[in-house]
């Protein structure tokens, strides 16, 4: 058997998650084993309680001792945004593979460095975007590809979510603009990626972006107030390399949405709804029904929608958000021990923080941005972000 160690970084809401991810993965990874090594916070009673409640075998609250670990083989990060490129940086240089959580990075251009390093490195990367590791959404990609829909004619994609709605909401490092965007960033990176991996790449957009709350306590309970520079609300239209048009709007101030991240293709023979509150559904319309009898019909995920045969044997009883991350894991511990990318890796995730920039400039300069364009300019995008976004 082949021990992997895991070092984990952070133990919040996705901390836990790949904590509980890893170990499960570890039922089905056969004779290659992640084992949880240790596990780094800067809080030290959260890393402590996650190292006895997940079986790590040590903790830390400097994240450098994981870099340095030689028990270590894979660094999973799931620090605040700012942290990423650091975090991976380091873990790359010292031959150790990673999995970052979403958005990999700032920007572009720290996301290509990234990526660069990586593959120079020859280390395996992976990025948290999974959502699109449910079976249901391998499902409609085949049906896409296979033609069931016809020519895809169109795209409608959201992500929306209500947890900044309230102004009381404080300031946090979602707001941080040295970490990066704001909900086109933290939201519209999953729909954004959803949509490359459904339809392909995305080769010209314009967006519009709003900061709905201007200000925020600066804590909880604050009176004091900080100004919010990200937005709060990306709405995009975009043009798929393939032909086809979409929309796609990113939204954390979305009023009564927990989990609205969902789309609606289009296609001349049929057409498909996914919503992830209700993810392991997709709808399917298809042409040539009898009149009086047209109508969407559900897909209920089953065993036969591999890899959902993993966990239950039987249709409808459905698999959770924390399958999905144990899928993902388990993608990645089968990418390392073959060497073959499954991804979405660094230098997909490149390509997503690339149509974030992109946005950012489109709104800033009210003009469609094409990627080729997009290519030349960044360097010039880049400083405009930051001279806008970081003071
Ligand atoms: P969180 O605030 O719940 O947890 C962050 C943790 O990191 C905290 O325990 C904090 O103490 C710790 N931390 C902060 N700075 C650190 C540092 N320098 N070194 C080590 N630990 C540090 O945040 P979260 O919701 O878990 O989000 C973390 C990351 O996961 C973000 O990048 C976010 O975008 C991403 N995320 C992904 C998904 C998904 O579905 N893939 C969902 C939520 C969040």
């Given amino acids: 058997m082949r021990k992997l160690g895991i070092g984990l970084i952070g133990t919040g ?26 596990v780094a916070d800067i809080n030290g009673e959260a890393a402590e309680n996650a190292a006895n409640q997940f079986g790590f075998k040590r903790w830390t609250t400097t994240w450098q001792d994981l870099i340095d670990d030689p028990e270590i083989d894979v660094i999973s990060i799931t620090s605040p945004n700012r942290f990423h490129a ?24 720290i996301a ?17 975007f999974n959502y699109i590791k449910n079976p249901m959404l391998k499902l409609a990609k085949q ?18 979510e209500d947890f900044m709605t309230s102004p009381q909401v404080p300031w946090s490092w979602r ?6 965007a704001g909900a086109v960033a933290d939201l519209g990176s999953h729909i954004l990626g ?75 023979r049929g057409s498909l709804i996914f919503n992830q509150e209700r993810f392991n559904e997709l709808q399917f319309y298809q042409f040539g029904q009898n009149d009086g009898r047209n109508g969407f ?11 959902y045969n993993l966990f239950c044997p039987a249709a409808g009883h459905q698999i959770g958000f924390n399958d999905l991350k144990t899928i993902e ?27 974030v920039d992109a946005s950012l400039v489109s709104s800033r300069e009210r003009s469609w941005v094409r990627f080729n364009h997009v290519e030349v300019r960044r360097q010039d995008a880049q400083a405009r972000l930051e001279a806008s976004l970081i003071k």
């Fill in 329 to 355: 894991m388990l993608e990645f511990i089968q990418s390392i021990a073959s060497g073959k990318v499954v991804g979405p890796d660094f230098k997909e995730a490149y390509e997503i923080q690339k149509l």
């Fill in 194 to 268: 959803m949509a490359r991996f459904l339809l392909g790449p995305i080769n010209e957009l314009f967006a519009d972006l709003d900061t709905v709350v201007k200000s925020r306590p600066e804590s909880a309970g604050s009176t004091i107030l900080k100004a919010v520079e990200v937005d709060d609300i990306a709405r995009l239209t975009v043009k798929f390399a393939r032909g086809c048009g979409g929309h796609i709007e990113a939204n954390w101030v979305a009023s009564g949405h927990k989990m609205q991240l969902g789309f609606e293709i289009t296609g001349t």
């Fill in 143 to 160: 049906m896409i590809a296979e033609g069931e829909l016809g020519d895809i004619t169109g795209f409608r994609g959201i992500h929306a």
């Fill in 13 to 38: 809401f996705m901390g836990k998650s790949h904590a509980m991810a890893w170990r499960a993965a570890g039922s089905f990874s056969g004779d290659i084993q992640p084992i949880l090594v240790s």
């Fill in 86 to 109: 650091e975090q991976s940086l380091a873990a790359i240089a010292a031959g150790k593979n990673v999995h970052c959580e979403k958005p990999l990075a700032p920007d572009s251009l």
């Fill in 175 to 180: 707001l941080d603009p040295t970490g990066g």
């Fill in 297 to 307: 019909r559900t897909i209920v995920a089953g065993p036969e929608h591999a890899p």
């Fill in 112 to 128: 290509e460095q990234m990526y660069q390093a990586a593959e120079k490195a020859g280390v395996m990367t992976q990025v948290g």
